[in-house]
């Protein structure tokens, strides 16, 4: 495939090209894809690089993208993304496609959420060892629930939680949920988490941010590349390897590889190896008993 400004700078700290995010999404399609597949997705395109401007695109209404899926009878006259195939992944990255965001359910049941995100969001003066804490003890009060849950690095500044879902709730069900996991967080230990986005709340402590859990919304995929200086990377962790990272964008492209090797190994388990086998679904139940203090 020919690859057009192919050696225009994406991010000037790194260096990073175009050609570079094509070639990585060619390289990690095999562990990207299963992550995109039958899901909506949204694109942030970055033009003139990440000094330009950045276009976020949910649907393609103009200039069709060569392989990719429209999924034009979820929201009338304007028809979403899907990227199902290699060959989409690699238009989508030839059309200045950085980041890739998924729904949190999938196309064939778009009002059915299949997973709860909670993004960990710390202050910057935060230590990376208070937000490695934050996410153990929000991994703690889900399990108290009987739920399991799973971690990624953003890529950006803190951790992705998630947790997978039988597709039967609402989204009004997934985002009442959310939000009472986020303020029984703030409201158990008030010094290290807020529920609230203000800078003055923010201050000092992990923002719990519930708020991607509602129809369109959406959740930087796993292995996404994403559209900040230095080029990080979304990567999918288990449990165990969390104290070693030492920040949300621990992989970036520079050092992706690395990961990808480790994956490779015949006998290391998949960080997420139980993910497709969990059935768990949230509840008005569940929510209640978050909202009155108890787990």
């Known amino acids: 495939m ?116 909670l993004d960990l969001d710390p202050d910057p003066a935060l230590g990376w060892d208070r937000v490695i804490e934050a996410a153990e003890l929000t991994r703690a009060l889900l399990g108290d629930l009987g739920l399991e849950a799973f971690c990624q690095t953003s890529g950006g500044k803190g951790l992705h939680i998630v947790v997978p879902l039988v597709p039967s709730a609402s989204w009004d069900d997934a985002k009442a949920f959310a939000r009472a996991v986020a303020q029984r967080l ?32 959406g959740t930087a995929a796993a292995y996404s590349v994403r559209a900040r200086p230095g080029m990080g990377v979304c990567v999918p962790i288990a449990w165990d390897e969390l104290a070693q990272t030492t920040g949300g964008a621990h992989w970036t492209l520079a050092n992706i590889d690395v990961r990808l090797k480790q994956l490779n190994r015949p006998k290391r388990p998949a960080p997420w190896a139980r993910y497709a086998q969990v059935r768990q679904t949230v509840s008005s139940e569940l929510t209640l008993r978050l909202e009155e203090g108890g787990a």
């Open 186 to 217: 703030a409201s158990g230990w008030p010094t290290q988490f807020t529920a609230t986005q203000s800078a003055e709340h923010h201050k000092k402590k992990v923002y719990v941010d519930y708020h991607r859990n509602v129809r369109g919304a």
């Open 2 to 117: 020919r690859i057009t400004s192919a050696r225009r700078i994406i991010d000037v700290e790194s260096g990073t090209r175009k050609l570079d995010v094509v070639r990585y999404y060619a390289r990690v399609a095999p562990w990207l894809l299963p992550h995109l597949r039958d899901r909506p997705v949204s694109l942030l395109r970055a033009p003139q690089g990440l000094g330009g401007e950045l276009l976020f695109q949910r649907h393609l209404t103009r200039m069709p993208i060569p392989g990719v899926t429209l999924h034009d009878e979820l929201e009338s006259g304007h028809p979403l993304i899907g990227i199902d195939s290699l060959d989409a992944l690699i238009n989508v990255a030839q059309m200045d496609g950085v980041e890739l965001h998924t729904w949190n359910a999938r196309a064939a049941d778009v009002d059915a959420p299949d997973r709860v995100v």
